[in-house]
Every structure is written in C-alpha cells, then in structure tokens.
C-alpha cells in the first residue's frame, strides 16, 4: 500500500515537472511555438498500408475512413541496418470510456523475415471506432505493457488518434500551400497575388493581404511564414476527426494552449498532437516506455512519418503512436460552385471550374478520378476528367474529347468523383458550347464607333463566354488597337482605338475557343456625328424644332411612328436649330399627346441612327378666323379695292375669332397682328377694349392699322393667338395692308393717240395702271417716282385699272372724271 501511494506520488509529481517544465520552454520562445515553420521536422520510418473493402483496394492515402471489415495490410518499410527492433501493435479501439478487447491488438515482429516479406493482414472489428499502430523498441513483456496501457486509458488513446488524424489533414493543407507559393515564386506580383488569393480560398489557407504591399521579392518569403497559423478551421475536417476532451491534464493544456506564450488566438495543425504528447508524458509514462506522437503524410500506399521528438532507445524508450483514419461513415465533401449562376465554355482551354468548400480534396488524395459528366444530344452521356488545382482556384476540366461530340449549345454538366471507396456527385454547372453564331450589335451602339477617339460598342450572342479573341481591322487590312471582355455569358464589351483611323468600314472578327475560323460582321466607323440636345413639339403640332450641332447631317425624324423631314436650318445662340414639319398632311391632332415620354429615331446622311429622349409639350393656343370685315377710312378714293383681303391703311378691319385650344377663349389671351418681318406688330387684348368677347367661345378682334402701325406700314399681316403661361400660337394670314395715293382727276388731249395725264399726290404708291384688266396696255411707275403727274393710258370711258406698290398682285380700279388736257 505504501508501495502505490508512493508510486502515485512519483507519477503526480513527474506531470507536475513535465508541465512546469513545457510552460518553461514556452515563456522562453514566446509565441514561436505556435508559429514555427515545422514542428514535426525529423524523419520517421515508412509504413506501408493497402485498404481492401468489398473486393477493391486501395492506398491508404486514398483512404478517408475505415468500416468494419476492411482489411488492412501493413508491412513497415525498415532499412536492412536497421539495429533495433521494432515491435508494431496495431490497435482498435471503441471510445474513450470503453476499454477494447484484448483480441483487438495484433502485434508484428518487424524483424522476422516473413513479416519483411509479407507484411501483415488484421480485420477492422464490429464496433471499433478508432485505430492506432504503435511502433515500440523491442523489451521484455514489450506487448503486454503497451496493451495494459491502452486498455486502462483508452480515452488518451482516442484523443491521440484524433489529434494526429487532425493535425495530419492540416498539415497537408499547409504543405500543399507552400509548395505551390514556392513553386510560383518567380510570378510577377499580380500573378502571384492571384495565385495565393485562389490556394487560400480553396484550401482555406488565412492569407495576410499585408505581403503585398511588400516589394515583389520578398512576397513569396512573407506569404510562406507562420505556417502553423495558416491553417483555418475547416467545418469537412471536424467533421471526420470528432473532438473529445476529458481529465483535468487535457484540461490544464487547453488552457495552456489558450494563452498568449502559447501563441493564443491561432488555430494550430499541430497543438493536439502537443497536447496529447503532454497528456502522455503525464498518465501514462513508465519505466520502460514514453509514448511520442508520430505525424503521417500519406503518399499512395506509405505513410511517411514525421517526429518532432527524437525518439529514445534507453529507458523509458520511445513508442511512436501513429493516427490512422477513424472507423466510421464516410463524411463525403461539401464541394460547391463558387458563384452557381456562371456559365463557362467548354472548349475553354484551360476550363477550370471554381470551388470551394472541402479544402482536403485539393490537398490529399483521397479524392480521385474526378470527371465532369456532361449529356450529348439524344441523352448520350460524356465524362471528361477533372483534376483539382488549387492554384487554379478549382478543377480543371480535359476537353480534348470533345472533338467530335454532338452537343447542344447550352449544356449541363456535374462533377462526380470517389472520395476513399464511395463515389459521390458534387455541384452543377451551366455549360455552353462553342459554334458559329451571329452578333448583334446593341441597340444603344449603333454608330458609337466614331474616328478620333477611343469608342466602346457591345455585342450579344449566347457564345460571348466562349469568345478567345476579337480582332478589328480596318479597310486596309490593317489591325486596330483593340481590347475586349466578357461582361455577361452573352455580352462582350469591345473597346476600339480609332484616334488615328479615318472613317469607313471596320470588320469584327471574333474568334471562339476550338473554332478554326472566326465570327465577322462589319461595323461602320463614322466622323463626328451630329450632337442632339433636344426636340421641342407641341401637342397637336405639326412641326417641331431640334436643337443640337451639326444638324445639317440629319435627313429625316421619326417620332412615334411619325415622320418629319427639315424645312429650314439657322442658327441661334451658337446652336443649330432645325425647323422639322411632318411629311404628311393626314396627321390626327391627337396623334402626340401632352407629356407623352417618347424616343425619336434622327436618320443621318452617312446611315447612323441616333436615339433622342423627347417629351411632348402642353398644346399652343390656337383659333380660328371666322370671318372679317374691312371699312373703308373717312377720306373717298377714286381707287376701288377688289380683293376683300386688302385692307386700306386709313381703314379698319374687324374679325371674329373662335377659340380652339383652349374650349373657351381665355380672358388673358391676346391676339398679336404683325408684318411678315416683324418690323411691326400690335397686341389686342379685352383689357385694351381692341378685342371684345362674343361669348365665351368667340371674340370680335378690331385692327386700326393707322393708329396702331403708322403711315409706313404695308404689305401682309398675319395674326397669332398669345397666352402668358403657354407657347405662342400659329401665324395666320389677315390681310393684305395697302396704301393708297390721292389722285386728283384725270387730263385726255383730244387727239386719241395720245396719252392722257393723271393728277394728284403719293402717285409712288401706284405700281403701274392700264386701260385693260390684263394689264395688256400698261405704263408702270418707277420707284422713287416723285411727280404729281402721271402719263397714263387713255381710259374706258373713265376706268382704268391700277397695281398699288403695296400689293401689285392684285387688279384694282381705278374712276376718275376725264377733263380735256388743254396742253
């Protein structure tokens, strides 16, 4: 009894020295024991292993997990000098709180000829859960104390095989990490940083974006530091390796681990295999045996072990404790697609699929022969192989087989692959196919390649994510400085270095991804084109006003199914302004409606057609001339006006109007009456009393012309309707304003061959007279005439016909009494 308790003493007190002693060496190195490069850096032995499960077999690298029945041979590959023996125990195990049976442990003498020959064979038992193999120099009773020492703390034992199994999984996530950053050390920097940001995302490595703010040399050094704290927590690999902790010495070194001498904070590949070793050294060290964790790396049929201990051959000696993979179901990998909604291009060379989500596929080989299964016309089914790249971002798909397949150009496709002996299907994806096929330009582009300048135009067809190469040229054959990107799976972005190109016609040629030939289609390259700000029309017009620069190249408008075609170009505030008139007459005025949004079609002389955002304005006031009535002035004229449409400027012209737009004539409206050139003009308005309201539809308008323009005033008059908050309204013709001369009487001489004399004032008003109504015998009257007698034709009887200056379109007459001319 004494005996025990002194024992036990000695015990408790070597795992206090052992724990004082760790917490010693990690004051000393700080944080470094969480971040050294490899912590299990010294070379082990080899240990061959084939898994046979339902009549297949396989390397133990390709292996996830083991199932009750498995066969597993082993053979340990020692060099022929080796000096010690080794004894291997291979062990299952049933949970940390139910000892194995002792039937359950197989030993192997590593010396013995057939075992160097053969090898050995063991059966996973029914229930195990765990297994181990254990290398130990060869003692006395060497079998039976590491069987007692396993069956009375089988929970250590688990833990072990799960930390190792952990720590063994990390590891091959970091190694394939730094090899692949090694192996890209020569990348220039962007290429570099892409390759790291695509093995950190698949390998779910933690990256430090602050490496590449360093200069490009020293990047690569900077990515592959700290290793141990590259490796995240990864939701696939907990799950194959369960947690499991119990008793206060794993307790104790959890929370050792934990703090900032430990490296706190980081998640490290190797910690649980530390901790065990703590945990070991502390419940289960003898006087013959220390037990120290072994780090497999598995490679087809070897795990290659590493040790971060040196191992010893006096006593205690050295049992190296091996993890195999847990005995349970196969925890299948989450593989998913990146971004589901991509489509990708088969014949893309290379074609890599991304994904994510199951770092070990990338980093181990327990998934294999990976293919894409895609599905022909006709429902024929096509495998092409896949092979995980991390540096790459996915898997990269071999499509040399499609040569010659018969698809359609939208394809599906799944990932399919085994991981260990299960096969699995992973995520889908939405494929296309590459073949010829037609380009439309985008209705927004259509004449956007404009010479001087760098243009961008787009173009769409369901194989834009097949596109390999676009090339422009121009009439001469000659490459134009191009670039290009895909933005949709159905839409390419094409921009075009026209600085130094003349205008004319460019050939696109797009080139798709296994296509021997190239799509083309031609595009016009064009001058400067004309600049449209705005097209300003009424509802109910039939005539608008575009304004912009250049308009003198527009030959025709169309807005909303109507067509105008320029009437008259000027220019006003260093814009032009193109006067447009619809090109038929049968338009309904409510064809365009008030503040109906539309896009007017503007058709160039060189082809283009430009689209304009145009709104339509309220609608102008408008009436309608009734009808009118002209009084003659106070002062008798010998001159007889004939044409209701001339209006003496001594006289007064009354006219009724109608209001159209609005239903009733405003009270606010005026009636504007001016000359063609707008040298004179006068408002009428019902507040002036010149225009009178009948009702509220119509309004009797009164026009002094002498009063209101003055004795210089002549020719046509037009009126307008006028309204404070709305647009003008439309020129209308009056009159026609006329001055008249005052003549006198008219001097015959007797002899009819002469002609007779005509007297009085202003005779410059007169633009010629004749006896006859056809003006066949006609004398006309010079400008600047300034006489007060005029020789005329002898009259009929006393008519004679007269052209005022002021309208010498139309015939007036002319009756005067006839004296005789006594000269």
Not at 452 to 479: I, M, N, P
Not at 624 to 635: E, R, W
Request: hydrophobic share 40%; net charge negative.
């Amino acid at each position: 009894m004494v005996v025990g308790t002194m024992v036990h003493r000695r015990n408790s007190k070597l795992l206090f020295y052992c724990l004082v002693l760790l917490i010693a060496i990690l004051a000393i190195v700080g944080t470094s024991f969480a971040s050294a490069d490899n912590v299990f850096d010294l070379s082990g032995p080899k240990i061959e292993i084939n898994v046979t499960r339902g009549g297949k077999t396989l390397g133990i690298a390709d292996v996830p997990n083991l199932l009750p029945g498995d066969r597993l041979w082993v053979h340990v590959n020692l060099p022929d000098s080796q000096a010690v023996h080794y004894l291997l125990v291979i062990a299952f195990l049933r949970g940390s709180t139910n000892p194995p049976p002792e039937d359950w442990f197989t030993r192997a003498e590593t010396w013995n000829k057939q075992i160097i020959a053969e090898g050995i064979v063991v059966t996973v038992p029914k229930d195990a859960q765990q297994a181990l193999l254990f290398l130990a120099p060869e003692t006395g009773g060497d079998f039976s104390s590491l069987r007692s020492a396993v069956r009375s703390k089988p929970g250590v034992f688990v833990r072990a095989a799960q930390d190792l199994n952990q720590a063994s999984l990390d590891r091959t996530r970091a190694d394939r990490y730094l090899d692949d950053i090694n192996s890209g050390s020569d990348l220039d920097p962007k290429a570099l940083h892409d390759r790291s940001v695509l093995l950190a995302r698949t390998l779910s490595i933690k990256l430090d974006q602050k490496c590449f703010d360093k200069p490009p040399e020293e990047q690569p050094t900077c990515l592959t530091q700290n290793t141990d704290q590259l490796v995240l927590d990864d939701g696939h690999t907990q799950s194959m390796v369960a947690a499991l902790t119990s008793g206060p010495a794993s307790d104790l070194m959890g929370a050792l681990s934990a703090t900032s001498m430990a490296g706190g904070g980081f998640y490290s590949p190797y910690v649980g295999a530390v901790v065990d070793l703590a945990r070991i050294l502390g419940n289960l060290h003898t006087a013959a045996y220390q037990y120290i964790p072994a780090l497999a790396l598995p490679k087809g049929s070897h795990l290659n072990l590493r040790l971060n201990n040196p191992p010893s051959f006096r006593n205690p000696k050295s049992v190296l404790v091996v993890g195999l993979p847990a005995v349970e179901v196969a925890q299948l990998p989450p593989l998913r697609s990146v971004n589901p909604e991509q489509v990708f291009c088969l014949e893309k060379l290379p074609l890599v699929l991304p994904i994510d989500g199951a770092p070990l596929v990338f980093s181990t080989e327990i998934a294999h022969d990976f293919v894409l299964r895609i599905k022909g016309k006709g429902g024929s089914v096509m495998d092409l192989p896949a092979t995980p790249d991390p540096a790459r971002g996915g898997f990269v798909i071999d499509g040399s087989a499609l040569l010659n397949a018969n698809l359609d150009s939208d394809v599906s496709g799944a990932l399919r692959g085994n991981w260990g002996f299960d096969s699995f299907e992973g995520p889908a994806f939405h494929l296309r196919n590459a073949h010829p096929t037609m380009w439309n330009v985008m209705p927004g582009d259509r004449g956007a390649l404009i010479v001087g300048r760098v243009d961008t135009f787009h173009l769409q067809s369901e194989c834009a994510v097949c596109v390999d190469e676009v090339t422009v040229q121009d009439d001469q054959h000659k490459d134009v400085e191009t670039t290009w990107k895909a933005l949709k799976p159905d839409e390419l972005e094409i921009q075009v270095a026209l600085k130094d190109e003349r205008a004319g016609p460019l050939k696109i040629m797009v080139k798709q991804f296994g296509a021997a030939t190239s799509d083309e289609l031609v595009l016009h390259a064009y001058a400067e084109a004309a600049e449209l700000d705005y097209f300003k029309i009424n509802a109910g017009d039939k005539q608008g006003v575009l304004t912009g620069t250049r308009l003198d190249e527009v030959n025709s408008f169309e807005l909303k199914g109507i067509r105008f075609v320029p009437t008259k170009l000027s220019r006003a505030d260093k814009k032009d302004e193109l006067q447009l008139a619809v090109a038929s007459t049968a338009l309904p005025s409510t064809a365009l409606q008030a503040n109906e949004k539309l896009v007017a079609h503007v058709d160039l002389k060189d082809g283009r057609i430009l689209d304009l955002q145009t709104t339509v304005e309220k609608p102008r006031p408008a009436v309608t001339l009734i009808s009118k009535s002209v009084q003659p002035g106070s002062t008798r004229s010998a001159v007889h006006l004939k044409d209701q449409d001339e209006l003496p400027q001594d006289g007064r012209l009354s006219f009724f109007l109608k209001s159209e737009v609005p239903d009733s004539f405003p009270r606010t409206e005026k009636i504007e009456v001016s000359g063609l050139d707008d040298s004179f003009h006068v408002l009428l308005s019902v507040a002036d009393g010149n225009l009178i309201l009948q009702n509220s539809e119509t309004a009797l308008a009164i026009l002094d012309p002498l009063k209101s323009f003055g004795p210089s005033a002549f020719g046509p008059l037009r009126f307008r309707p006028v309204e404070i908050d709305r647009e003008n309204g439309d020129w209308q013709p009056l009159a026609t304003l006329v001055r008249i001369p005052t003549l006198k009487e008219l001097r015959c001489p007797e002899s009819p061959d002469k002609q007779c004399r005509l007297i009085g004032s202003n005779l410059f008003l007169i633009d010629s007279v004749a006896s006859d109504p056809q003006f066949t015998h006609a004398i006309s009257v010079p400008a600047g005439f300034p006489d007060t007698t005029l020789s005329v034709p002898r009259p009929n009887g006393t008519l004679l016909y007269i052209k005022l200056r002021d309208d010498p379109a139309t015939v007036d007459s002319l009756v005067l009494p006839v004296f005789p001319d006594e000269e």
